[in-house]
């Protein structure tokens, strides 16, 4: 493949790691990183050794339907460091809503990431942000929500693709 | 064309498919769909069987300037089908200021788009998302609004491209 | 190079805009463009003649810790329009928390933006952008806040790319 459809193929992991993160599909998301992988969130806040770690907290974390998420990463800048790693800046926004906690928390960060490629796949060796700001405020009482997975829905979107 | 112009072809449509809906612009907005294109909005509640009956919901959910609309498409996952078709996945951002109900709405939703190539042309074929949330909430009473089509104005950003 | 990469480059200059805009690092912002380099913020609210006095209206308004930064640029339609010289569309989403003033800010708009290749480099020749929206709310007084600069932090997210 060339450099272009390389660094393409990273942009594609990233984009599924996201899908799968806000659909609560958390085993699809763990196949996307290698078993060693380590990660750092909110400026090192929440820092975790290997996947099955970071997996745990993401499903504690974010698991029940009463929290809804949205995780976008944006102006991907890849480096490809050798035929079999590569390096990613990306700009997260992410606005999460904890409705048992009727907050409302929304937040940005930069993203300094590390790939490498297992056989024919990338995958995420090192995933980890630093914030500038993330603000939480009450969600207020008369907001009207949609919640997707109010009545056990599941995400597929993309499944059959 | 290439593999990689072809889908950058298709990202271009979605761009301006966005650009047009955001700018009030439904005639420049029908042309990117064929005429038979079928819609699907927020989770199968908003559904209609041509592009016609798509563009007049449009109009009438949101043509009067009262309407302030920001729909982003991102993390676009397209798959080419055949010479002529194609499938996209893409995750919407969506906020919705409506003056006229003091509200605010903001949601996400993945999108699962076909396209089918016309002539030298990508076109939508269908689109449609399921959200996992919508959230309304009452706009303060001392928000300060800057309103882009308050005055009649219009926007032609990229008009002359 | 293929048009594809000179356009990848360009998204990438403008990528590095973004993020030193909202990192606070603002003479690597000021590389990016030409010394002539134009400016029309908001509509035209805020035009500038030169780098220079652009810089200094961003220092003014956004350097002190109390301003938090979110500037996404998104769905970009780049047209190279000779060797050295292209044009570009954006789709701007912008969200700033003012803790000093208790406000935040959001608001939308679409980039027209010139580039001008010097040497090896793309650079902005002019970048300006058109808002349908702008809306300020109040910011509760029970916000919870997570400031990354409050403590001095400076980040240089890439710093080693």
Redesign the interface.
């Known amino acids: 493949m060339s450099d ?2 390389e660094i ?1 193929a990273i942009r ?1 992991l ?3 790691y ?2 799968f993160l ?2 609560k599909r958390y085993d699809d998301l763990a196949e996307l990183c290698i078993p060693e992988c380590t990660f750092s969130y ?2 090192g806040t929440y820092t975790y050794p290997n996947r099955d770690a970071a997996v745990a907290f993401l499903k504690e974390r974010m698991h029940r339907p009463e929290c ?3 995780h ?6 890849i ?1 490809l460091r050798s035929a079999t790693t590569a ?1 990613g ?1 990306w ?1 997260l ?1 992410d ?1 999460v ?1 904890f409705l048992d906690e009727r907050t ?1 928390l ?3 960060g ?1 993203y ?1 990431d590390r790939y490498v490629k297992v056989g024919p796949d990338w995958k995420i060796a090192h995933t980890g942000y ?11 009482d ?8 109010a009545e056990g829905g599941a ?1 597929r ?2 499944a059959g ?1």
Chains 1, 2, 3 share one sequence.
């Open positions: 272009a459809d393409e594609q990233k984009y599924r996201f899908r806000d659909q909110h400026s809804l998420s949205l976008q990463g944006h102006h991907p800048e480096t390096a800046i700009y926004q606005v809503f409302r929304e937040g940005n930069w300094e630093d914030r500038s700001f993330e603000i939480t405020t009450p969600l207020p008369d907001a009207m929500v949609f919640n997707g997975f995400f979107a993309g693709f």
